[in-house]
Structures are given as C-alpha cells and as structure tokens.
C-alpha cells in the first residue's frame, strides 16, 4: 500500500463531475421546495459544504494526493425522487480530481441528509458516481460512452 | 441556520447502524476476493478510513455537533452486486451519532472507489443509509419498521 | 506555557456571546441588500463558515481546550457602517466559550471580506470583542458593566 | 455560489500585508512589556499561531482556494493602545493571498486575547484590514492609495 | 479492526506522561543555549506544537477516540546529550491520554528537528516512551517499575 | 520566527527518507508475526497511518510550508529488536520532503504502540532520523556519509 508517486506526470488541466441523488419522501421535498425547513436554507448549506469537502479530500482518502484544485461548483436541485446533486471540480496538477468530485457529491447529500432528518430518516443517498473525467493520460471518461450492459448502473 | 442547542438534553448512550453498497464489476470483485488489487488490502484500508472519517464529522457536516465517540465499527463485505459496508457508532452524549455513521459508510465507499477506480471507474456507491439508531429522546428507529410497501424509500 | 488543567472544575452550562462588524462601503452594502453579489448568498455562507469556525478554535488557538459545543448560533445582519455579526455558543463542560464565540464572529467576518472582495478591498473588520458570558466560577461578565472612561472600546 | 474557476490565470508571484490591532488596558500592556503574563510568552505564541492560520485558510473560509504558501511573517508588536499585528504572505501560484495573511492577523489577534483575557476581557480586535496586495492580474493594491478624507473606509 | 467501545467504562481522571529526546551536536546544543538558532525560540515553538499536537491525536492515530483533554504540559529542557522533552496530558474522560502525551513528544521534537535542521541533519529522536500513566481501570503504571532485565529501554 | 520564503527557489524533484524503530519484548513481536494481536492489522494499520501523517505535516509543524507531496511509501517489517520503519516522500516543490518522511515514520510507530499497547506499555520509539534527502539546492545528504567518530549517530 503507498500513494503512487505522480511526480512524472505532466502538470495539465483536469476535470471531473460526479453525481448523487438523495432519495426522500414527497413531503419533505415539499417542504425543500416551499422553504419551509425549520434549520434554513439547506440547499445552500448543503452546496457550500460540497465545496469545502473538495478540500477535505486528502485528510479523508489514504492514498489520495494533495492537490491544488482550481475550481469547484456543485449544483443541488430538488427533482421527482429527491434531491440531485452534481459536483465539477478543476485542477491544473499531476494527477485527476474523480475524488474530489465524488467527495463533494457524498458530503453534500450526507448535509442534506443532516438538515432533513428530523423529518424523515429513512431517507437514503444512491448513485453516488463519476460522470465524467477529462485531462491527464487516461484521457476523456464519460459514463454514458460506457457500454450498457456492463451492470455498473444500480 | 444554527447548531440547535442540545445542552438541555439528557447524556445517554446512543448508538447508529448505517449501511452502503459500493456496486462494481464482477472482475472487479473477483480481484478483490483474490487479493489481485495492486494498491493492496482494499478491504482493510476502506475499514480504516471509515473508522477516521466518523471522527471528522463536524469538520465535514455544517450543522453537527462534536460528539465524544466511544466506539466505531466498520464491516466491509464484497457480495454479489458489489462490496456491502455497514458501520456503527456509539456514543454517551447529548445528540445521536447517525451522521457518524453514515459517514463512516461513505468514506469506507470513497475509499473503495479510490483504490480500485484504475480499473472500473464506472462503479457506483448505493443506499448510503441509516439501518437504526438507539437510545436518546426520539428512541429506536429501524429501517425494518418502514412499511415495507414503501420499499425502501420514504 | 501550557494548556491549563480544568479537570477540577465543575461542568456546568456555560455561554458566550461575541460581535464584530465588518465595515464598507455603501454601495456594496447595496450589494448585499438586493442580492446582487456574483458569489451568492453571502450572508448565509458567513453564518455558516461561522458555526463551522467555532468547531475548530482548538486547532486554531493553541492554548484551547477542546469543548464539547452543545450550540452555536450566528447572526449577520446588514446595518448602516456594514454588516453586524453577533456570535453565541453554548456548552456544559469545565471551561468557558469565549473563544469559539470570538472565532465564529472573526471566521463570519472574514468570509463576508472573501466573498466581496473584488467590490472594495478596503473594507475592515472592527470591534471583535465579547459582548457577554455567563455560567462558569467566574459568572457573568457583560460588555456594559465595563467603566465607560476605561476608554477600552473604540 | 462556487469556488471560480482560477486555472487560466498565471502562476505568478503573489504577495499580501493584513494588519489588526488588539487595544487592551495599559495594565495589560504593561504586563506584556514586562513579561509578567502568567501564561508565558504570549507575542512568541500569537505570531506561532499566525503562521499556522494561514495555512488553514481553505479550511475556514469556504470558497479559499488551497494555496501553496511559500512564506508567512507574523510581527506583534506592543503600542500605545495594545498590540499591533501585521501579516505578510507570499506565494507563487494562480490566486492571491489576502485572505491567508488576514487570516493570519486575525487569530494572532485572537491567541491574544486568549493569554490575556484572564486580565481583561473587555479587549477588543480592531481594525483587520489589508494593507497591500501585488501580484496578479489586479496588480497592486495599497490601503495609503484610498482617499484620505474617507478615513479609513473605501 | 475496530475503535473499541469505551461507552461503559466510568469517567475518571487519568494522566500520562511521555518523555522524548532530540539528541544532537553539541554545536547545535551550544546556539540553543545561547539563542543562536536563526528561526527563533526553538525551545517555545517546540512546547507550543508539541500541546497543539496532543488536540490533533484522533485525527493521526486511525483507532484512538476523540478525548477532551482538560490540560497540557511540554516542558523541553537541553541537557548534554540534546533537548529532553516531557509531556504530560490530563483528561477526565473513559479512556487514557498515553496516545495523547506521546504524540506530544513527538511533535515537539519533529519541530525541533525542522528548526535546526539546517546546521545538523544527522540529529535523532529517541525514546519516546511512556513514562507514567494514572487512572482508570488498569490504574497506576510506572517506567520504572518495569524489571530492568527486560532490555526494552535503550 | 517566521516561515521562510522559498518563492525564488527552483520548483524541483525532491525525495527524502527517513526511519524509525519501536522497541519491543519478543512476546509481542511474536505475536505481530503470528497475527494474534487483537486489534487485527497493526502492519497495515501503521502503514496507512504514516501516509496520512505526511499530509499532515503542514498543520503539525509550524513553520512548515505546505508540499505538494507527489508519493509516499512506508515500509514496516518486524525485526529482531522491534519493528522497523521507513518512510519515503517524493514531491516537486520548492521545499524538501524531510519532515513529511520524519513525521511518517513518527506517526506510523505511534499507531504501532497504540494496537499494542495493552500487551507491552515499556515499548519505545528510537532512532527516529533522517537517512537519505536527494533534490534541491543542498543536494544529496546520507547517513552513512556522516563521519563516523561523531556518535551522535546511532
């Protein structure tokens, strides 16, 4: 076990988004909808915390490397199942930020999960899982280029 | 938007049970049964970083108070669909330690992903839930007493 | 110089309340007043990068102990020199809040200056000081009972 | 709300100068000249503890980029109406460094107040402001280029 | 592998010491002495990181429980063959502080380390060591009272 | 004391490692070679542990900058005295990597004594040193090139 050593790789642009959906009951996402969640605005807590999360990648993955990201952005938007989320983050460094993304994906929906369950705890995330990867050697990753029958959908 | 005042409240022993699924590829899996992870012990590794991550919640979670863990435990089992990870928490304190867990259960996932991305990065991390907690005002809670029409999701 | 033993000392309720302002300029007041800062909901960011700061004063104020926060409460409050923070923190346990109240007020301040920065780099933060704590061998203490020749406030 | 997007921009030198003042009582300040704080050396510990904010600035303040930092100076230095602080950081990388250094100044200020508030709690953090920035796109930036009749507000 | 659950055993108050030494050049030893050491006082910026580090344990060491540590003690002390560093922790809590005072050790003789690195590379830690531990179930227990036979120590 | 400016210095490969022993009886290496510490893992855990340290070099040591490390790889192998560790770091940065592998090896043989400190509390961490740096404006430094007549070196 050790964190591979990147030092070779080249410094380039890197991106990566990943998705999570936090599934709940139609009440409480009406609740979301009309902002009538007695602990506040919990899609914005839920996006800011996302953010920081990003951050807090290499004190949470073993072998994860520090890296510099450049940039972070996470949607939350209430659909018909629940809460979607979607998390891009941007680094110019030796290695991909997949981690980071799935990272923030996870944290926003576990704050969701936080401000919300005193209404329903039953609640549960799913999906949490890389949309797509760009830069670096492996090149483009996109979920939807991969083949269908390949069981990675839950 | 506050951290809700739980002075007031009793310090019980709670203890919380959540769950995850981290869905992969049966080549990935069988990797794993055999020990053929180049980045190494995947399983302990994954239980190792759960155990930290239940300690890093009010670092990561807005809202959470910091909570006197007594005790965590991370199970990591590779099934059929994927790897299945259930962690547990216990505290004596004034708040419940559900976000602990469900933590723990995410990170353990993350940490899965992470060292076994190079070879399927189109596994997913599923029912990121709570299974039951115990002990404080709001008594038990488990997930088998939802109505089971309601399959799993409120 | 070291980390002074409270062992002995009782756990009882304690609270503390702190205030700062962050001064600017009017328009970027209006800024925040109509909602027309590029970066978002500023003053629900700094509410929560307030709480959130309060968690970490002991790895940030070497001489803290760490303390069981039973409750954290951040108010930003636009008013006629800038924005009002008031910080209030509540714990039972063997010493006082007067840091984490002092640090979620600081950390609030800061991050209303990160996030409108490009508008006015001029801006200032005053007046972190403590308004009131309570609870603890040395009791009450409030702003208003200090002297008022003693000059001490700007 | 997101972390922008700073991957386009250069890789340049970045400097920037934050200064605070924690006004106390002559009674204190005399103890500090004199070394009579029982708590030790207080201006060794705050500037120590400046150092090490800056370096957790990501983790305070949400939208922060992570920084490598290539230097941080802290002074600390007795005057007529308490303590003067001043922050220096210098970096080479796509953002600047205002937030580290006033960060920096911020919790120096703050390790103050904590030595010493068995003293005299009616002390109070004034004026965190920059100072100067250079480096970057914007350029530099000095607090002595505001307009002098507008005090010290923009 | 598991953070044992401490939950039922009683709250009591328990203290370790841990002892450390930085062994060096007498040269290196010789600008300690006399305040020669270019970064400053090595000796106070080893104390201060050696009790912030005690704070840090659950974050560094994956199975210890998070601990409210009620007071800190590094003394650091040159002598003939280096720096000699004592750590003492207390707690009131369900679990001992050995992990916490020797971390501390530890610490504040890695940042001796870094701060004189530049004049002596070959320096070496050596013995960090329990040295006493008291309170809790199995209660008192001395360095001294291992049999000397035992060859454990140096 | 301040953190040293390395802005002007050459951003170049650089490695260092470094080593550690825990002493202890043979009962408990038997034990750890067998596999019947209760705990589980001690080696993995250890292992882990110390990887994650090195990232958390910059938050534990005051004036260290934060690194970019690009590899980390800790070796722990049961001898005939203890366990032996051996840390090595690789980064591209300004800075060099010794106190990253310092405090790796440190916090790999604190894990250890933590898992087995139920069986053998007289166990200690020796020889905590520096063996090897390469990179960087001081060049290559070994251990065994150290002059031999100067002792201080095991």
């Not at 139609?26 to 807590?45: F, H, M, N, Y």
């Not at 938007?77 to 809460?83: F, L, T």
């Amino acid at each position: 076990m050790k964190m591979v050593d990147v030092g070779a790789k080249a410094e380039t642009e890197r991106v990566a988004t990943a998705s999570a959906l936090i599934r709940m009951g139609s009440a409480t996402l009406r609740r979301i909808r009309e902002g009538q969640v007695e602990k506040g605005d919990v899609l914005g807590a839920a996006r800011l915390a996302g953010i920081m999360a990003a951050k807090r990648v290499p004190d949470l993955i073993p072998l994860c490397h520090p890296i510099r990201i450049s940039g972070v952005e996470v949607e939350v938007s209430p659909g018909k199942e629940g809460v979607h989320i979607q998390a891009t983050v941007r680094t110019v460094d030796r290695t991909g930020v997949e981690m980071e993304a799935l990272t923030a994906a996870s944290v926003a929906a576990l704050t969701l999960y936080d401000m919300l369950k005193s209404y329903d705890r039953g609640m549960a995330v799913e999906r949490i899982q890389l949309e797509k990867k760009a830069g670096g050697r492996s090149g483009l990753w996109e979920r939807t280029a991969v083949k269908p029958g390949k069981a990675r959908r839950p």
